[in-house]
């Protein structure tokens, strides 16, 4: 069967492939383009730089490697919770393979050293949550009962600082039955928040699952590990491998960064809080340590209650919060973070915003938790399989990237710009 053949000379004289008279079917058209159609089922030729031949049975792969990408995406976007369960325990196993494989070198054996370091950090979480989930809950409580005091005074002071200014009393006047609702439903949800930790059963049993997967990975990570390599080119290996070690290293970095920095930032917000009088401080000191572990954006958000509770005490006390936290951010940038944080870990803040709004817009406060060690390991990755092996001539990029923000410098046209070879002939 002759094939199918389409040949299309340049626009502009250039000539393409010509029709050949062996397979040539018809004749050829004499219009404009000099179009040569023969028609045949089993390819298709295209006059260009080469020729691509698609059969028809290469035709119908394609549709079913579409169509089995598309199950495959479709899938894994219905169990994306459970991917991240298990990346939690990625990241626990870790953080943990470090004490694991120091009791291994003092003979203490694998399974039991991952027993022991899982039942010390079970043992450090439930003393945790004995001293402080009950005064949590309380100051919770207490919150929520208190609401409508807050709402009043932050309502006199602002009747008090817009008395003698009607425009801005009129810009700030608010229906008093829409705010009186909208607290009156916070309180409850507040006062509800400790049967809402008694619902979390199931978070428990996740976590239980969670442990459980943490111990067998602990126990057992070179048959994973062995089976990931085997799947990979002989030539990925080794890249891949430097990669899952810096990924390993910056996730411990991070985890035990994070909470050293939470500690002495919750510890110094608590002080600061009870120093001028603003309840509930231990609970807004607990949001000051979660704040650490979301770079940038936690620490903020963990600043506005505080910030907005501060009204209730007084008119100047705000501003003395916003102090606080700012000496705390000034600390923690200047002192806590180069002596504990390690420079691989340093990435640009438009990368951890964008991993942290994508993660937590998709999957909620679990996916920006694990937006970090997400993009810890894509940096990872590019530099193993992509920067390294391309050869990257680092001075070269930073030549042009100096090129791209020079141009700004640039008085007119296309002064300071190399010229191209053509303009130099």
Known sequence: MSPWLVHRTAIGGASGVG???????????SGPFGRCVAFSLETLQLAGRGIVAISFGDLVKLLI???V?????HFLGRI????????LVIILAMMLTAPVSWLERRRVPRWCGSLIVIVALLGIATLLGFLFIPPLVEQTNVLGKRIPEYYNTLQLWLADVTQNRPSLQRLITVDDQMLGDMFARAEQMIRQAGQFVITLIGGVAALFIVLLMTVFTLVQPRPMLQGLFALLPKQQRMPTARALRTTARQVRVWVWSSTVIGLIVAAIAWGGLTLLNVQPALLLAS???FGEFFPYIGPVAAAVPAVALAFAVGPITPL???ILYLAIHQLEASLLTPLIVSRRMRFHPLSVGFSLIALGTAYGILGAFLAVPALAAVKAFYTELIFKQRGVDERETRECANLVLESQKLTGGDAGEPKSNSENG
């Not at 029709?19 to 058209?29: A, E, I, L, Q, V």
């Not at 994306?80 to 990346?87: D, E, G, M, Q, R």
């Open 80 to 87: 994306a919770h459970v991917l991240l369960l298990f990346s």
């Open 65 to 67: 490697l579409t169509f």
């Open 287 to 289: 949001l000051a340590f």
């Open 69 to 73: 990408l598309l199950i495959a995406l």
């Open 320 to 322: 003395w919060i916003l």
């Open 19 to 29: 029709c050949s008279p062996k397979h040539r079917t018809g004749s050829c058209g």
